[in-house]
């Protein structure tokens, strides 16, 4: 029956239309990870295939990325001795590829199938095993999948983004991890640690592809998977615009904005974030448990203007105390309260260039703007700033 | 003229006002399916137990006279949210009517309010409308075996803190029975239009993932900023009732399953629990 089904599916790489990607990639059973307090555990995972026999599978499994109308074959070999599939979450794929043991097919130890498919929608995908799901998920068997427009923007008419970040969530029963062979009963695996993009605590902070660094000009795509068995409730700083504008790979009817998201296992969101204003702050997510709601862990995102970026005579002080002006967006003028006499207020361009410079007194002060061009500037008084939005 | 008028009114409200009657029975029982024994209270369309609760189809415009006659034996009361509320009371024995005049269709939950009926399941489906399309039903619950058999016996000291489910089912029936409940179980042919009505009646949310497919929701009552939306993943909190909207168009046999990895199973063996099947033939 295996067999059938392989030579089934190498039939559906000529029945794939427009560009054909292929991927690479096999699974294992004998990878360790070394958690955020030290502790090492195992993992089963995927990884790209690689005649070095010592090539490793990674947790989560390689972020796979394919343009709309792309049609794709995934190569799949089984490295391990147990069997696994490969799930493709959200795409809609027909029956055969769809990696259900019970509807599909397992693919047996040493044995290699090809998934082909094609993507028809752009946004945020997982791709996981199907095989006793309960433990090999738990056990780390998951990746994310990113269908993008093939240019700067989310899908066809939406909006466009210069920068992307995306972000996986799971977690783990330390104890399932660290004995496989004996997990217990499955309704009782509840997390004890808790991921992003494999990474919690500290190691997020020092990953420079989890932690934000933003241009003032940023317009940031974040994609949001969930893969855990908890939900996760996203909190984003005041200083973040985030409007949500796909959910499982579909437009949703009206884009909102929003302070926080709640993403249920197997759920995903694509959404934009702009900065608001020059702020240091991180994005909180907390892993909620299914059963009775309580919040049973937190990783942090940090987000912050790019140091890289501030070619200013001023640097940002490490205490960010936001300045408020209003009208913002202004056209010919905004309002400062300064709380002290003889207080330096700058306003400065995109390029660093200072646009105006005062001494102003304690109060209320009006600052003309009739001279500056629309577009975005920064406003220093003293030792705080923010961000002023000039349109005309 | 004004005899044409007064036709005209009358025939108006004869649409307004179509009144359909349905009686519904309390009954406790023991589910045994498997390694799964789990104590229920169920509302049951017929003068005895019945597994599933009862599912009541309204057609758009129409009021529901619901006659309610409690078997059980405790006291039990009828809610539905936003339309009728929990100070009442249907004392063992007793039979009291309820009237159900929906403002618009889509699913709703009809259930207990009493601690009993609300811990051992009483609630079922009212779908108003749509009664010309494919329709299914699916009555999302979940429990702690121990627990409820405790709260069927008395000796339950109130809901706990630290909720472990250890049952998961779909119209009070675990995989793989789901897929003999013809209530659940999804059949039908590429290009028809499916609606499946569903609600939770348990204690936490349920992840429900569709293989094959993405649904529309047509109708929500808790989460309503996710109407219309297409999913492929969508959460029900407890409590809610949505309607989805399935036109395959494509054939296969998929599931569809909570992704919340600990409700597949039947007191911790896998597979089982809440997963059922769409069969969508050419």
Redesign the interface.
């Known amino acids: 029956m295996r067999r059938i089904c392989f030579i089934i599916l190498t039939i559906f790489p000529f029945l794939l239309i427009g560009q054909v990607e292929h991927v690479y990639l096999q699974s294992k059973m004998d990878a360790t990870i070394t958690l955020s307090d030290g502790h090492q555990t195992n993992f089963w995972g995927y990884g790209y295939q690689s005649t070095n026999p010592n090539a490793r599978v990674t947790l989560p499994a390689p972020k796979l990325v394919f343009e709309k109308g792309d049609s794709v074959v995934i190569h799949f070999y089984n490295n391990s001795p147990e069997d696994h599939t490969i ?1 493709l ?2 795409l ?4 055969v590829n ?1 990696g ?1 043991p ?2 599909s097919f397992a693919v047996g130890s040493q044995d290699s199938v090809n998934y082909s498919f094609r993507v028809s929608h752009t946004g945020t995908y997982l791709y996981h095993c199907h095989v ?4 090999h ?2 056990m780390g068997m998951y990746g994310m999948i990113v269908v993008t427009n093939g240019d700067d923007h989310l899908y066809d008419g939406g909006p466009k983004y210069n920068r992307e970040f995306d972000y996986l969530t799971s977690d783990m029963k330390r104890a399932v991890n660290d004995n496989p062979l004996s997990p ?7 997390a004890d640690y808790f991921m992003l993009n494999g990474k919690a605590d500290q190691q997020i902070f020092d990953d420079t592809t989890l932690s934000i660094d933003y241009r003032p000009a940023d317009t940031m795509v974040f994609r949001i998977g969930n893969i855990a ?1 908890s ?1 996760t409730k996203w909190i984003f700083p005041d200083e973040l615009d985030v409007t949500v504008y796909q ?4 437009e ?2 009206v884009s ?1 904005q929003a302070d926080t998201l ?1 993403v ?5 969101f694509t959404a934009i974030a702009i900065p608001n204003g020059i702020f240091q702050d991180t994005i909180e997510v907390e892993y909620c448990n ?5 919040t049973d862990g937190v990783n942090k995102i940090p987000i912050r203007l790019d140091p890289a970026h501030l070619s200013l005579e001023e640097t940002l002080s490490e205490e960010l105390n936001p300045l408020k002006i209003f009208p913002n967006p202004a056209e010919n003028y905004f309002k400062v309260e300064v709380q002290d006499d003889q207080s330096k207020l700058k306003v400065v361009d995109m390029q660093g260039r200072i646009i105006i410079q005062k001494s102003l007194d304690k109060g209320i002060q009006t600052i003309r703007t009739s001279d500056l061009e629309s577009g975005v500037y920064f406003v220093f008084l003293n030792s705080r700033q923010t961000q002023l939005v000039i349109s005309k | 003229m004004k005899n044409l008028f007064i036709a005209i009114l009358l025939c108006f409200s004869s649409i307004s006002f179509t009144q359909v009657f349905d009686t519904v029975y309390l009954y406790r029982d023991t589910i045994h399916q498997g390694n799964v024994i789990l104590n229920v209270v169920s509302f049951s369309p017929v003068d005895s137990f019945v597994t599933t609760n009862a599912v009541i189809n309204m057609d758009a415009g129409e009021t529901l006279n619901l006659t309610v006659i409690n078997r059980d034996t405790v006291d039990h009361s009828l809610v539905i949210d936003d339309y009728i509320e929990s100070n009442n009371s249907v004392a063992v024995n007793d039979t009291v009517d309820f009237v159900f005049q929906p403002s618009e269709n889509g699913t709703f939950r009809y259930y207990s309010g009493t601690d009993q009926g609300k811990y051992l399941g009483a609630s079922g489906i009212i779908l108003v409308g749509y009664q010309n399309y494919s329709r299914f039903y699916w009555n999302l619950y979940d429990h702690n075996d121990t627990l409820a058999s405790e709260f069927a016996n008395g000796t339950a000291t109130g809901f ?7 049952v998961f089912l779909i119209n009070n029936y675990t995989f793989p029975h789901t897929l003999t409940d013809t209530l659940s179980y999804v059949t039908g042919n590429v290009g028809d239009t499916i609606v499946i009505a569903c609600i939770n009646s348990g ?3 349920h ?1 429900l ?1 569709f ?4 649904v529309r929701i047509e109708s929500v009552r808790k989460r309503t ?1 996710t ?7 969508y ?1 029900l909190i407890p409590g809610e009732a949505v309607l989805f909207r399935l036109i395959p168009d ?6 569809v399953h ?8 039947n ?5 089982g629990g809440m997963i059922t ?1 769409l069969n969508i033939q050419p």
């Open positions: 799930h979450h959200g809609d794929v027909n029956q769809d259900v019970s509807t006793l799901t309960s433990l998920l738990t217990g009963d499955f309704f009782h695996i509840y068995y939900c959910s499982d790979g579909r949703v009817p909102f709640m249920y296992p197997g759920e995903r299914m059963s009775d709601g309580s | 706990p803190t630290e909720y472990r489910p250890s204690y936490m949310p992840s993932h293989h094959g497919y993405h900023h109407l219309f939306w297409d999913k492929d993943t959460p494509q054939e296969g046999m998929y599931p909570d992704h919340n990895l600990i409700t597949v199973t007191t911790g063996a896998y597979p099947r």
